[in-house]
């Protein structure tokens, strides 16, 4: 069983920065296609940043040149750094995991709200 923990949302000011971690229970992370997925309201979920477990990564068209994803296999964390924030930016912001055989993990997210 693999639980993910994110931490670091909040409330900024468009052209704000945050930085969303996601701690990883289990020692299979290093092994794990890591994705953040956003959700604002009444929108569905969509991918924003993935990272493979060779480090190559990817991004939405909006996010990108704003936000990078990395990880840190030591810390069992990913982490989502977000510069430039716009409010269309605005939504809960969830940690995904994909361990392949051993099965597919949700964090709980957490809240992101980008208002002047």
């Known amino acids: 069983q693999v639980q993910l923990v994110e931490s670091g949302g909040g409330s900024v000011q468009p052209g704000g920065s945050l930085r969303l971690s996601c701690a990883a229970s289990g020692s299979i992370f290093s092994f794990a296609v890591m994705r953040w997925y956003r959700q604002a309201p009444g929108k569905q979920r969509g991918l924003v940043a993935g990272?493979?477990?060779?480090?190559?990564?990817d991004y939405a068209d909006s996010v990108k040149g704003r936000f990078t994803i990395f990880r840190d296999n030591a810390e069992n964390t990913v982490y989502l750094q977000m510069n430039s924030l716009k409010p269309e930016d605005t939504a809960v912001y969830y940690c995904y995991a994909n361990l392949g055989p051993a099965g597919i993990y949700w964090g709980q997210g957490t809240q992101v709200a980008v208002s002047s």
């Open positions: 990272i493979t477990r060779g480090g190559s990564t």
